[in-house]
Structure formats: structure tokens, C-alpha cells
């Protein structure tokens, strides 16, 4: 079993408690987290470690993309797709153009309507990595001081 699946199940990343501590550190951080959004946000901002053979490493800092996918979708009202690669410089599945991560569109968005822009969740979600919000010369959003805060709530022996 890789080390990403193992943090989501047995590990800090656990999916039945580590939402619950990130919504508490958001609590004190922010106030109560009333929408609904941040709730499936804080439940599924990790999950793209499932699979990943680190933490640290290349793979384990591309993580955050699933879980901006997902709420892009869910809740952007333009959404890229849940297949395409958003790193740096990859291309546009429609065109082949290569995309402006910065605002997320490919560069020819006149002529290719796949990929309008990055909603307001998805980069809510992508960018609670420091790595990716500075690769692609972003502030990190809330999420990422509220999921930082969450890691030294948990108690130790948990």
C-alpha cells in the first residue's frame, strides 16, 4: 500500500477525522463554517493522495488537483473537466494550446470553449498547497492555514 492511501486511511490524513479537525481549526480561525461548500472542501481537499507513493515528493505535490476537480465541478458554474491535467504548460485537451494556469484558461479561449476559467472553489481547493498557490504565483487560500491549524490540534496520541 503507498503512503498517500495509508496517511488517508490510518494516517494524518484520515477521511473520518481529519475533516473534522480542519472544520474546528476553521471554526477558530475564521468562525463557523456555515456553507456547506467548505464542508464537502474540507472533506475532500486531500483525498488526491490516494495512489501517491509520497507526501513530499513530485506526485504527492500534484495532490491537490482531484479535490479542486471535484469542487470545481460541484460547485463552479464553469468547471474544467475531471480528466484534465492543469500543471503548468500542459496542453489544452481540445486544441492542444498550452494552458495559463495563472487564469486558468487555455490560450486560444476564443476559439476553444472547453475551459472557460478556474472557478472560485476550485482554486479555493488547489491552492491549499503552498507549493502549487506560489507555483502559479497565487496566495493560498484560507483553506491551507485552516488545514495547517488542524494538523496541531490533533493530539498526539490520535
Not at 477525522?17 to 481549526?25: K, M
Not at 463554517?33 to 506526485?59: C, Q, S, T
Not at 506560489?134 to 487560500?141: L, N, T
Amino acid at each position: 500500500m503507498k503512503i498517500g492511501t495509508r496517511s488517508l486511511l490510518f494516517g494524518v490524513h484520515q477521511i473520518a477525522i481529519h475533516p473534522w479537525f480542519v472544520a474546528w481549526a476553521w471554526w477558530r480561525l475564521y468562525s463557523f463554517p456555515w456553507d456547506p461548500r467548505l464542508w464537502v472542501a474540507f472533506m475532500i481537499h486531500d483525498w488526491g493522495y490516494w495512489g501517491k507513493p509520497n507526501m513530499d515528493g513530485e506526485e504527492g505535490g500534484e495532490h491537490p488537483y482531484l479535490g479542486a476537480r471535484i469542487m470545481g465541478r460541484l460547485f463552479d458554474r464553469k468547471y474544467p473537466s475531471l480528466t484534465h491535467d492543469f500543471s503548468r504548460g500542459s496542453p489544452c485537451c481540445q486544441c492542444g494550446e498550452k494552458m495559463n494556469v495563472q487564469v486558468g484558461t487555455c490560450n486560444l479561449t476564443d476559439n476553444c470553449s472547453s475551459y472557460q476559467y478556474m472557478g472560485v472553489w476550485f482554486m479555493f481547493c488547489l491552492h491549499h498547497s503552498r507549493f502549487l498557490a506560489k507555483r502559479h504565483g497565487w496566495p493560498f487560500s484560507r483553506l491551507c492555514v485552516a488545514d495547517k491549524l488542524a494538523i496541531a490540534l490533533c493530539p498526539g496520541w490520535l
